[in-house]
């Protein structure tokens, strides 16, 4: 399990890279961050749409309420420009940082020796 | 019955909604996400109940948490609003009310605060004493490094260390003595001195002054080491490089050369004692009250004219007391040979300093120690009265602020959570609390004298100007303010909104088993507790003082004398004259501190036992003092008498009689052998024989907590030497007769303060704690049952408003006025039946403990407790009453004309 400093931190990136993939809704983005974490990064609904609300009100994304084929509402989150320009930030900022550890590590972290 | 998803979501969105911060929107979002759970939930074969519980289950996990990451992220101002809901931002809002309502219920407010005050001001006092008893000696540098000597001597323990040749011990012999003390293993620095209680006549200056505690010590340097008494003028250094040296502590610089003595050079100046002249070379400060010794002067002698010393040590860094000891009676050789080679020497008793006042029991101490378990009844009398104050509070709180519920109800409306309504109530008490302080600072201020001549301390005055202990004053008043109202807070702040709008609370306190009958119950408990131990202790104390000794104790006065025979047959012979005097007589004295007890062995008999005592008087001395013996006619006719006879008391005689299986009259010629373990070098014989003469009955010559042991008398018809003389009187007052005595030992001429003490006196110091404790116990139950009925005329009042209407209506419907009050008094009535029987066994179990102290002592009588519960019940019946009463007298009609 990441730690909640590491999960926090890491929140904001994760929600605007998944978004610019296209838009989509609240559980799945909870499922997708499962499965492309190995189930390492366990999100609970308590923590996501409190930050998505939050990330609306900067302007990052934009949300819509969608009507589906079974009468059931869904609402939908999209990135907006200003949203792509912080992830571009985010992006640069996390490769540097993943830089630094595959020097230490190697590039896959395999090689590294604790002495 | 099949599942139901709209029913299902109904349910979960009522249970989502309590929790605050919950917007429509974000509910509508979390529902989205909750049916897409359940949805795949469904695909995956689930039922559909078990499939919604899932959902459910996983996308709700904790609301309180959702509701405030939702608070977080949505508004800026969450920090702000965060500190807006602190206590101490809302301080001001709740001070401004919680005045407001000590400002409306006046009367009932001012009952509170004089309860109030009347407890902090018991606890404080308490806390006062308890500090002071366990503060002894703590002012010595070092002191957890320090110890006194003692001896175990038969089966005794003395807090003093022999000498090899007790008093003929050459200087250079006491010396050595304590020098080999300061060499054993562990031992850093041992100092030795003696002081000498009785009044001697020092000559300062032109004028003779009696003076009581003189301190003499060989070891001045190490003394002063090691109590680091502070010099106020002169040095240690001229102390001690000259012997016949003296220093004064202030209070007798004082008295010696008056209050200008630092203008005057003291160096010039020398004390004169019997023969010999000492040069002042100092003066220090007082020795503090809480030092486990007084001295007034300290003289530098070359040895101490007594039969051994105090004795103290200075250990070396992490040394073990237990094994210094041992070392102590392992190298006994070196430091005394006498005690090495005597079989009866026991062992060597290491006490530390910080525990001498409170945990010794050792024979010939210096001040009388304390005693723990007055500690604990005078901790528990306070907690009591404390406890008394609380619960009153608590009581009239619970009813008083019953009508403050559409006051609560509005404070939740407008969003106040359960702390923040229990705080106001918390406020509102400490408030009232913190108000008491200045009656509590005037209050201790007039109690500390009074307090310190009543129980024999000396708790000084300014510690009410230091700043620590306001400190925690403070926070006790605090703490009963906080606990006081813990429960009516809790109680109030726990009803939901609509509750508190329906305004029945009030009314319902007054029914059923409510917490308030809970807590008068407890008060009855306390205070018949209170009540019947104050009873017990007085009962025991009447019996100690009118108990028969086995001797008479009224007009009978003790003279120090300290001379051989012929000093005494001139004083008798003086003294006689007084028309007042009936006799005078010589020896023993009576109400004494136990001292120590010697070995002996009846001949013909291997057994030696070591637990009697020694005692001697003249013929007169048991004519004056009434002791019933089975040689009257010598005590009635001296002159007839032999010259020196041995009695022994009954309970020696029975101990005999038992042990040999001898009748106690064939006791009469047969010889009893003291100190068998001695044999004279020169002529062999063993022990000193004493042959039975008779016997008297017993007598209690100590204090009624011991038992009376078997005894020796010596009966002398001449006294070689007198201590004391014993003077019994009639048709005088006690200061008449003093003055007529005194004039005939002035004409004695003799070079020694006059000294007498009164026999009855005697006997009632050695219950000086237990008069103390008991008129202790009078008072604090007077104060406690004043603060309880104080409480019930309080609550009663208060609760009779409420009944206004019931009253009304009984009196018209033709109730008389008793029947309204047994109504009122009922219920008491049984509250205090189950006190009584919960308050028994309890104090019970108290009072035999304590009376197990006592070898001659009362029987517990069931009695008491039901006149405890007596006395509690007619104060409560008298004052419910009359309060009641009062109410009753008004007419009807106006009681149902009020609106309320």
């Known amino acids: ?115 | 019955m099949s599942f139901n998803i709209d029913q299902a979501i109904k349910m979960w969105r009522q249970k989502v909604q309590q929790s605050k911060a919950m917007e429509p929107g974000f509910l509508e979002e979390l529902e989205s996400n909750l049916l897409d759970r359940y949805e795949e939930y469904l695909i995956k074969g689930l039922e559909p109940a078990e499939a919604f519980a899932k959902a459910e289950a996983k996308s709700m996990p904790d609301l309180p948490l959702l509701a405030k990451e939702y608070d977080k992220a949505f508004d800026p101002n969450y920090q702000t609003n965060r500190m807006r809901n602190s206590f101490l931002w809302l301080l001001p809002s709740y001070l401004k009310v919680a005045l407001r309502n000590l400002a409306r219920k006046r009367f009932y407010n001012i009952i509170n605060y004089v309860c109030l005050a009347i407890g902090v001001l018991a606890t404080t006092l308490a806390l006062l004493y308890l500090n002071y008893e366990n503060s002894f000696d703590q002012m010595i540098p070092e002191v957890e490094k320090k110890y006194r000597v003692g001896q175990t001597f038969r089966s005794q323990n003395y807090s003093l260390l022999g000498f090899v040749n007790y008093n003929s011990t050459e200087p250079a012999m006491q010396l050595q003595h304590i020098n080999a003390v300061g060499s054993i293993k562990g031992v850093q620095e041992a100092c030795q001195f003696f002081t000498f209680p009785e009044p001697i006549k020092v000559r300062a200056g032109q004028d003779d002054f009696n003076t009581t505690d003189i301190l003499k010590t060989n070891t001045p340097g190490a003394f002063f080491d090691f109590f680091d008494w502070p010099f106020l003028e002169g040095t240690l250094d001229d102390f001690t490089e000259n012997i016949n040296t003296a220093v004064l502590t202030e209070s007798e610089a004082k008295r010696f050369f008056g209050p200008q003595w630092r203008t005057q050079d003291l160096s010039n100046q020398a004390l004169i004692i019997g023969e010999t002249s000492y040069a002042i070379t100092g003066v220090i400060a007082d020795i503090p009250p809480n030092a486990h010794y007084d001295f007034s002067i300290a003289l530098h002698q070359p040895s101490l004219d007594y039969w051994g010393a105090r004795t103290y040590v200075k250990l070396e860094d992490k040394a073990d007391p237990v094994a210094v000891a041992q070392q102590m009676k392992a190298n006994m050789s070196t430091i005394n040979t006498r005690l090495a080679e005597s079989e009866l020497f026991g062992g060597i008793l290491l006490q530390p300093l910080t525990s001498i006042h409170l945990n010794s029991n050792l024979l010939y101490e210096m001040k009388p120690p304390g005693d723990k378990r007055y500690l604990y009844i005078i901790g528990i009398i306070s907690a009591i009265i404390l406890l008394l104050t609380i619960s009153n509070y608590t009581n009239l709180s619970i009813a008083m602020n019953a009508s403050r519920t559409r006051e609560i109800g509005m404070r939740k409306i407008f969003g106040a959570g359960k702390s923040q309504v229990a705080w106001q109530f918390n406020l509102e008490s400490i408030v009232l609390a913190l108000l008491t302080l200045p009656v509590d600072a005037l209050g201790l201020r007039a109690l500390i004298p009074w307090f310190n001549q009543f129980m024999g301390t000396e708790i000084e005055a300014s510690i009410l100007s230091k700043v620590s202990f306001w400190g925690i004053i403070v926070l006790v008043t605090i703490g009963v303010g906080f606990l006081a109202s813990l429960y009516s807070a809790l109680y109030l702040a726990k009803h939901p909104v609509l509750k508190l709008f329906h305004g029945d609370l009030a009314s319902k306190m007054v029914e059923g088993f409510s917490t308030r009958k809970a807590i008068i119950s407890f008060q009855f408990v306390l205070l018949i507790g209170l009540c019947s131990l104050t009873l017990f202790v007085n009962q025991q104390l009447q019996f100690v003082q009118n108990k028969d000794l086995g001797y008479n104790k009224d007009q009978i006065i003790y003279i120090s004398l300290s001379g051989d025979s012929s000093r005494y047959a001139t004083f008798k012979n003086e003294v006689s004259q007084i028309p007042e005097v009936i006799q005078v007589g010589s020896g023993s004295t009576m109400g004494a501190s136990s001292f120590n007890q010697t070995t002996y062995q009846l001949t013909g008999t291997s057994e030696v036992f070591d637990d009697a005592y020694n005692i001697d008087l003249d013929y007169s001395a048991i004519n004056l003092l009434g002791i019933e013996t089975s040689v009257e006619d010598y005590v009635k006719n001296p002159e007839m008498a032999p010259e020196r006879i041995t009695l022994i008391n009954q309970t020696f005689a029975n101990k005999l009689s038992r042990q040999f299986d001898i009748a106690p009259e064939d006791l009469i010629g047969r010889t009893i052998i003291q100190e068998p373990e001695y044999t004279d070098e020169e002529t062999g014989e063993v022990g000193f024989p004493y042959q039975v003469a008779g016997f008297f009955d017993d007598i209690n010559m100590f204090s009624l907590r011991e038992k009376v042991g078997p005894m020796f008398l010596t009966v002398t018809k001449n006294p070689r030497y007198v201590y004391w003389a014993s003077v019994a009187w009639e048709d005088a007052s006690p200061t008449a007769i003093i003055e007529k005595i005194k004039g005939k030992y002035e004409t004695l001429q003799l070079d020694q303060a006059f000294n007498y003490r009164f026999l009855d006196q005697n006997i009632e110091e050695l219950y000086q704690n237990e008069q103390r404790i008991a008129r202790l116990c009078i008072y604090f139950s007077l104060i406690a049952f004043a603060v309880a009925v104080i409480g019930l005329i309080a609550l009663t009042a208060y609760l009779t408003t409420l009944k206004k209407k019931e009253i009304g209506i009984r009196q018209i419907l033709g109730a008389s006025t008793l029947d309204i009050l047994r109504r009122f008094n009922t219920e008491y009535l049984i509250l205090l039946l189950i006190s009584l029987l919960i308050a028994s066994p309890l104090t019970w179990y108290g009072v035999s403990r304590w009376l197990a102290n006592f070898a001659y002592r009362i029987d517990l009588n069931i009695w008491v407790f039901l006149v405890s519960g007596a006395i509690t019940l007619i104060i409560t019946t008298v004052s419910v009453s009359l309060i009641a009463w009062k109410t009753i007298r008004e007419v009807p009609i106006n009681a149902l004309q009020e609106t309320q």
């Open chain 1, 1 to 115: 399990m990441a730690t909640k400093v590491l999960v926090a931190a890491s929140t904001k990136p994760i929600v605007l890279s998944i978004l610019s993939h296209g838009e989509n809704y609240g559980y799945q983005i909870i499922k997708e961050i499962e499965q492309l974490s190995n189930g390492e990064l366990n999100w609970t609904d308590a923590m996501l749409y409190p930050v998505l609300s939050r990330m609306e009100k900067e302007g990052l994304i934009q949300s819509q309420w969608v009507k589906m084929d079974s009468g059931r509402k869904r609402k939908y989150y999209r990135i907006t420009p200003e949203g792509k320009k912080q992830l571009e930030k985010e992006r640069s900022q996390w490769l540097n940082v993943n830089q630094v550890f595959s020097h230490l590590w190697g590039t896959n972290g395999q090689g590294f020796q604790f002495t």
